[in-house]
């Protein structure tokens, strides 16, 4: 399975942006993770195949919301009310079988920057 992140971009603090990231294959589980500039990779919301339900860093709770179109192969995130701390290049990930644990991902997308300047 190939992820193609999309939707990054330059955006005022408090702005919105979406993301998405298509699949070529069916996928089961998703999530979303981030990288800033010299730091490391760190999660930022999944929705969980076995009961849709979803969840998210703290960092982001209220602000982000993960939501996905099976019929499409793909996967969402709307971020609202971004902050300059929310720069980085933000990567879908995908497991690679619906009994994959939670938190296991063998997928990954190539990447889409999101720059929220103050």
């Known amino acids: 399975v190939q992820l193609q992140a999309s939707g990054g971009g330059l955006v005022q603090a408090g702005g919105s942006l979406r993301l998405s990231c298509a699949a070529s294959?069916?996928?089961?589980?998703m999530g979303w993770f981030r990288q800033a500039p010299g730091k490391e990779r760190e999660f930022v919301a999944a929705?969980?195949?076995?009961?849709?339900?979803?969840d998210y860093a703290d960092s982001v709770k209220g602000r982000f919301t993960i939501s996905r179109d099976n019929s499409k192969n793909t996967v969402y995130l709307q971020m609202n009310s971004l902050k300059p701390e929310d720069t980085a290049i933000y990567y879908c990930?995908?497991?690679?079988?619906?009994?994959?644990?939670?938190?296991?991902?063998?997928?990954w997308g190539q990447g889409t920057l999101v720059t929220v300047s103050s």
């Open positions: 294959g069916r996928t089961f589980s």
């Open positions: 929705v969980y195949w076995s009961d849709g339900a979803t």
């Open positions: 990930a995908a497991p690679r079988s619906r009994f994959s644990p939670r938190g296991r991902y063998d997928y």
